[in-house]
Each structure stands twice: as structure tokens, then as C-alpha cells.
């Protein structure tokens, strides 16, 4: 239906077009889908992006924001889409699991958008870029309160989708403050990989700033002992200045670093495996940077890995 009105803007007698649908019959799954601030695929629009860079620059900084940085960023998933049964298609507002883009729009106006994951328990919250002109209206809580109403909205359709995950949480990171205000919510330990209620993961982290795991009863394995080889009450993952002599000379040993060779009198530039201990002792000011990586991932990750220099 269309229909051409005067317009009290430009005076003209036909300047305003209004365009409509009338349904004589709709089901109140497809009217929600309709008025939905829009959920779909994870896709590059030149609309998208233009926000994706005023974001960047005024909330981060950066210089230089490109289309290719942000398809590769936000807009190219390496995941595949997974089509879903359900009882009732007209309730569920996606057809398939896999990348999506939530866009929030104000008077018409793209606002902002979150960038989702939704997977078969959960709904992984990605990324929020907006519009800094409407930074006053808390997007970041407003888009949480309704990602949180879309698990819900998706649990009655499946249920096996009944999780929210808000990704990493960085207490001493004002942009992740609002992270730890959600309730009920836990927190992934990532030595026992646990899920740990978050009112005990906050005592533990004012009492061990550094990062630490979440679980007391795992600090009998920790890498931080005496000289009468008792564990101290610290962190395991605190600082290599607590180890001993003798846990140092074990620590370099078991670690390998990756290092560039050659490129020099015309040898070919080759990239080889060198033991930790080896590039301490050519060189004092590695031996501290390569202590704290090994306390960092913890002595049994340490003795698995190669690093990069």
C-alpha cells in the first residue's frame, strides 16, 4: 500500500510518501520479528561500517580503520551455518546457528550493532560497536539486557540453548567493569576449568591481583614453592623472583623458544628451535621475561610449548 501526502517539510503537494502493510491475519511470533531494534547473518554493509569507524576512532583511538579489517574483524566467520528444526518457526527469531549481527536502530538510524555467535548452548556475545552520538544511552547494558532476553526467547523454541557468555572479564578494565554486575554469573577457571560462582572469583582476585585461579584447592599445585619446597600462600601465577635457584634452572630448560637465524653475509634468513636456558646465558636480559612467560602459563603448559621471540 502506498499513498503520496503533502509534505509540511518541503511544501510540496506530494513530497510525503507513506509506506504500508495491513495483515489481516499475523501470528505474534512473525509481529515480534518485525519490530526487532534487526537479527541476521553476519554480513558487510557500507552502513555497518560506517559506524564499525566512528566507533573505532573516538572509543579507541585508531587511526586508520579499514573495510577489509573490519570484514575480516566482525563480518567473515569461520563458522558455518547450521540450520534449525524447530516446533514452532514463526516463535524463533533465526532459522540457523552460526554468526549474527543484532543492529540497534533509533529513528531509522543504525545505532549500533552486536555481533553474536549463537551456538547449540549458548549465546556468545562477540563484539559491540555504536554510534558515538548515542554512547549517552549505556548501548553496552542495553544490548547485554537484550541479548540475555534473546536466550530466553531462543530457549523456548530450543532448549538446549540456555546459556549467555559475555567473553573475557577484566576487573581493573573500566570497558569490562559492566561484565560484573550481571547476577547470577560465573566465572571459567581456566586451570581446573570449572565454572566458579563470580562472588568467590572477586574475593580471590582482591586477595591475587595478578592472575589466578579461581579454585584454593588447586594452589598445592602450584609452581611457587620454598626452599623446603612448601607451597607458598600466593598465586601460582605471581612472579619468577619467588622461584628457587634450582626452579629457575628447570624452568629454562624445559621451555623452547622460536628465533630467526641467518640473514646476514648472504646466509638464508631460517627459523629454529633454541632452548630457553641457551638464550639466558647469551643473553641476562631475556632470562626474567622468560621466567615470567613460564610462571604465567604454569609448568605444565610451559613444558609443552614452543614460544615465538
Not at 563458522?79 to 516463535?91: E, G, I, R
Not at 530457549?155 to 561484565?179: A, L
Request: proline residues 6%; neutral net charge; hydrophobic residues 40%.
Amino acid at each position: 500500500m502506498q499513498q503520496r501526502e503533502a509534505c509540511g517539510y518541503c511544501g510540496t503537494q506530494n513530497g510525503s510518501r507513506f509506506l504500508g502493510m495491513r495483515a489481516l491475519r499475523l501470528t505474534c511470533g512473525d509481529y515480534q520479528a518485525l519490530i526487532d531494534l534487526r537479527l541476521e547473518p553476519a554480513s558487510f554493509s557500507e552502513e555497518k561500517f560506517a559506524v564499525f569507524e566512528r566507533y573505532q576512532v573516538a572509543v579507541h583511538g585508531d587511526k586508520e580503520v579499514s573495510r577489509q579489517g573490519f570484514r575480516r574483524f566482525l563480518c567473515d566467520s569461520p563458522l558455518t551455518f547450521q540450520p534449525l528444526a524447530a516446533n514452532d518457526q514463526s516463535a524463533s527469531p533465526i532459522s540457523a546457528l552460526g554468526s549474527h549481527h543484532q543492529c540497534y536502530y533509533v529513528d531509522g538510524r543504525l545505532a549500533a550493532v552486536g555481533v553474536l555467535d549463537i551456538l547449540p548452548s549458548c549465546v556468545s556475545s562477540v563484539y559491540l560497536f555504536y554510534d558515538p552520538e548515542f554512547a549517552h544511552l549505556s548501548l553496552g547494558t542495553y544490548s547485554a539486557l537484550r541479548e540475555i532476553s534473546l536466550v530466553r526467547q531462543l530457549h523456548d523454541v530450543y532448549s538446549s540453548i540456555r546459556y549467555y557468555y559475555m567473553g573475557y572479564y577484566i576487573p581493573s578494565c573500566p570497558k569490562m567493569v559492566y561484565k560484573g554486575r550481571w547476577r547470577p554469573a560465573d566465572l571459567l577457571d581456566l586451570h581446573t576449568y570449572q565454572w566458579i560462582p563470580i562472588e568467590r572469583c572477586l574475593e580471590r582476585i582482591e586477595r591475587h591481583p595478578v592472575f589466578c585461579t579461581f579454585d584454593p584447592s588447586v594452589d598445592d599445585l602450584g609452581i611457587v614453592r620454598d626452599r623446603r619446597d612448601q607451597v607458598l600462600p600466593v598465586a601460582p601465577a605471581i612472579g619468577p623472583e619467588l622461584l628457587t635457584p634450582e626452579q629457575r634452572r628447570c624452568a629454562l630448560e624445559q621451555m623452547e623458544v622460536l628465533v630467526e637465524v641467518g640473514g646476514v653475509f648472504g646466509m638464508f634468513r631460517r627459523t629454529t628451535a633454541v632452548s630457553a636456558a641457551k638464550l639466558a646465558r647469551a643473553s641476562c636480559g631475556l632470562e626474567e621475561p622468560l621466567l615470567q612467560t613460564y610462571v604465567s602459563i604454569g609448568e605444565q603448559i610451559a613444558a609443552r610449548v614452543t614460544l615465538s621471540l
